[in-house]
């Protein structure tokens, strides 16, 4: 298979990687938080671009990959009610 036609799994689909990234913004908060996706997006940028996308597409897969930790994120904030006791 011809290089050109390879194309890796794209980062807003590893799960694991997903998972991670929420997990540690979900630790943070203000300041801290946005320092640490914004150094995580630029990372993840120079990632894509190193295997072959053009900035576009790159900007684009970040984003997705953004979305992804949202919804991780929002998934992991949804807790199940409490039973109701009574006296």
Do not use: C, Y
């Not at 997903?18 to 913004?25: F, I, N, Q, Y």
């Not at 320092?35 to 900007?59: N, P, Q, R």
């Amino acid at each position: 298979m011809s290089p050109e036609k390879v194309r890796a799994f794209p980062i807003d689909r590893q799960l694991f990687l997903v998972r991670d990234v929420a997990a540690k913004l979900g630790n943070l908060h203000g300041e801290t938080a946005t320092s640490f996706w914004k150094a995580k997006a630029a990372e993840l940028l120079d990632l894509v671009i190193g295997a072959g996308s053009d900035k576009t597409s790159a900007s684009d897969e970040v984003r997705r990959f953004f979305l992804a930790v949202q919804r991780e994120l929002l998934a992991g904030s949804v807790v199940e009610p409490a039973p109701l006791l009574s006296a």
